[in-house]
């Protein structure tokens, strides 16, 4: 089955581009895995939507003005009259000048099993029999819509992270130099860590501005401020070495799948040294491999 990444509605107009996927498989092989892949890389993905319903979702979605450019449908059987109805919607699809692009997620019966086990979930085609019956059950079911997938993953073998890697490969970034996002929060101890912090660096090895008079009201977004902390022993070497073990710790996570990581800066009250450190390791952290923001959570507080 040939395939395009886009496809145009059929009206001869200058309509938004929309790419449609559309996600299915046998249960228990990562369908869940790779729709919160395609969701993370931009993709509107629909759960379990009816196959009659789909174009009628696609067609919605090429009147948003661009607002949605990427739809991905995840099916299973529970959808009813799930072959015959899908072929016909993806025969529709393909008229109006959408081409879906099927992928098709597979293991074989000894990994699903034991995954089924692993979670001691029943099988939904399992009825009053084995769960191996439920299994084979469905690949009979799916065997038609397997043979005419654009991209077919056996995930027996595959961890998460190599899941997720083999769906980007497929339908987005594939190169593993795909930019990662990182929030740099700055925070005060004295209120507490940033529950969803990755790594947390502490800063109350300088010293505090606040002990100087003329810097006590001004804050780590200010220049005196931050020259005032830069400056002091050790705070140049220890954001070079810091900065360094940033690109080492992000590329590891881009290679392990995980794109979003949470720095915590911290110092006693949240509004002068964690603040300038912030902005300076925002200032110097790496953009062509790492998008960054920084969140000053505790600033204001005092």
């Given at each position: 089955?040939?395939?395009?990444?886009?496809?145009?509605?059929?009206?001869?107009?200058?309509?938004?581009?929309?790419?449609?996927?559309?996600?299915s498989?046998?249960?228990?092989?990562?369908?869940?895995?790779?729709?919160?892949?395609?969701?993370?890389?931009?993709?509107?993905?629909?759960?379990?939507?009816?196959?009659?319903?789909?174009?009628t979702?696609?067609?919605?979605?090429?009147?948003?003005?661009?607002?949605?450019?990427?739809?991905a449908i995840?099916?299973?059987?529970?959808?009813?009259?799930?072959?015959?109805?899908?072929?016909?919607?993806?025969?529709?699809?393909?008229?109006?000048g959408?081409?879906?692009?099927?992928?098709?997620?597979?293991?074989?019966?000894?990994?699903?099993?034991?995954?089924?086990?692993?979670n001691?979930?029943?099988?939904?085609?399992?009825?009053?029999?084995?769960?191996?019956?439920?299994?084979?059950?469905?690949?009979?079911v799916?065997?038609?819509?397997?043979?005419?997938?654009?991209?077919?993953?056996?995930?027996?073998?595959?961890?998460?992270?190599?899941?997720?890697?083999?769906?980007?490969?497929a339908?987005?970034?594939?190169?593993?130099?795909?930019?990662?996002?990182?929030?740099?929060?700055?925070?005060?101890?004295?209120?507490?860590?940033?529950?969803?912090?990755?790594?947390?660096?502490?800063?109350?090895?300088?010293?505090?501005?606040?002990?100087?008079?003329?810097?006590?009201?001004?804050?780590?977004?200010?220049?005196?401020?931050?020259?005032?902390?830069?400056?002091?022993?050790?705070?140049?070497?220890?954001?070079?070495?810091?900065?360094?073990?940033?690109?080492?710790?992000?590329?590891?996570?881009?290679?392990?799948?995980?794109?979003?990581?949470?720095?915590?800066?911290?110092?006693?009250?949240?509004?002068?040294?964690?603040?300038?450190?912030?902005?300076?390791?925002?200032?110097?952290?790496?953009?062509?491999?790492?998008?960054?923001?920084?969140?000053?959570?505790?600033?204001?507080?005092?």
């Amino acid at each position: 089955m040939s395939s395009t990444d886009a496809a145009t509605t059929g009206s001869g107009k200058d309509e938004p581009v929309i790419q449609v996927a559309i996600v299915s498989g046998l249960s228990g092989a990562g369908r869940s895995t790779a729709a919160k892949c395609l969701e993370d890389m931009g993709w509107f993905v629909v759960d379990n939507l009816p196959p009659e319903l789909i174009s009628t979702m696609v067609d919605l979605g090429s009147r948003t003005s661009g607002d949605v450019t990427r739809i991905a449908i995840v099916l299973d059987v529970r959808s009813r009259a799930f072959t015959e109805d899908l072929a016909a919607v993806i025969k529709d699809l393909d008229a109006k000048g959408y081409r879906p692009r099927v992928l098709f997620l597979e293991a074989g019966d000894a990994a699903l099993i034991r995954r089924y086990e692993a979670n001691r979930r029943k099988h939904p085609l399992q009825g009053s029999g084995r769960l191996a019956d439920g299994v084979a059950a469905e690949r009979a079911v799916l065997e038609p819509l397997r043979q005419e997938a654009d991209v077919v993953v056996d995930t027996s073998e595959l961890s998460v992270h190599q899941l997720r890697a083999e769906v980007e490969r497929a339908f987005g970034h594939s190169s593993p130099e795909r930019k990662a996002s990182m929030t740099v929060v700055s925070f005060g101890f004295k209120y507490g860590l940033p529950l969803d912090a990755d790594l947390v660096i502490d800063m109350r090895f300088l010293p505090n501005p606040h002990w100087i008079p003329e810097l006590r009201d001004h804050t780590g977004l200010e220049q005196e401020v931050s020259d005032y902390v830069l400056s002091q022993e050790g705070a140049t070497e220890f954001l070079d070495r810091y900065v360094e073990l940033i690109d080492l710790i992000s590329g590891g996570y881009r290679r392990e799948g995980k794109r979003y990581l949470t720095l915590a800066v911290g110092c006693t009250g949240g509004k002068h040294r964690s603040v300038a450190v912030a902005e300076e390791l925002k200032r110097r952290l790496n953009a062509d491999t790492l998008t960054v923001q920084v969140v000053h959570r505790d600033l204001g507080r005092e």
